[in-house]
């Protein structure tokens, strides 16, 4: 949670805001291991982050999968907004945005937030509960979107 003064002096804890980056490439999916200091370390993870301050959420994301894995991307989609604040493994309730990007160029290699980075098949995934967060529901969701190609994006949980 963030803590912020309000404009009467008061004082009052807000949520945190972030992207997952859901990128594919020849039918792969690309996901992170996250470093052992980090919330939900040694799972893994799709790229993404923290959103800064003055940035939009599609500039978040493109800057988070650049720094994570050295890809730039386009962004296709946007999958849904996850606002729900019992979302597991989180300590400071995040509204989490997921986005589905089409990697254009490897231009870097991952930062210290990363420890592997792999390309996966679909029916080859980590187990469930090796995925952070809720990752795996977003990869069987967007899975699920494939399939049926229902309107996204989605934002009630």
């Known amino acids: 949670m963030i803590t912020c003064e309000?404009?009467?002096?008061?004082?009052?804890?807000?949520?945190h805001?972030?992207?997952?980056?859901i990128v594919v490439k020849d039918n792969k999916i690309l996901l992170e291991k996250r470093a052992e200091h980090l919330l939900d370390g040694g799972?893994?993870?799709l790229p993404g982050g923290f959103m800064d301050r003055d940035e939009t959420a599609e500039q978040a994301a493109l800057r988070e999968l650049k720094e994570e894995?050295?890809?730039t991307a386009e962004i296709l989609d946007m999958l849904r907004i996850i606002t729900r604040p019992d979302r597991p493994h989180e300590d400071r309730q995040n509204i989490a945005i997921d986005f589905i990007l089409?990697?254009?160029?490897?231009?870097?290699?991952?930062?210290?937030?990363v420890t592997?980075?792999?390309?996966?098949?679909?029916?080859k995934l980590p187990p469930?509960?090796?995925?952070?967060?809720?990752?795996?529901e977003s990869?069987?969701?967007?899975?699920?979107?494939?399939?049926?190609?229902?309107?996204?994006?989605?934002?009630r949980n």
């Open 17 to 21: 805001a972030v992207v997952h980056c």
């Open 139 to 155: 990869i069987q969701l967007y899975l699920k979107y494939r399939r049926e190609k229902f309107p996204i994006p989605l934002w």
């Open 69 to 71: 894995t050295g890809w």
């Open 43 to 45: 799972m893994w993870a």
């Open 6 to 15: 309000l404009e009467n002096g008061n004082e009052d804890s807000f949520r």
């Open 102 to 113: 089409n990697p254009l160029e490897k231009i870097g290699d991952s930062d210290h937030e």
């Open 128 to 136: 469930a509960e090796q995925l952070a967060f809720d990752h795996y």
């Open 116 to 123: 592997d980075m792999a390309w996966h098949e679909f029916d």
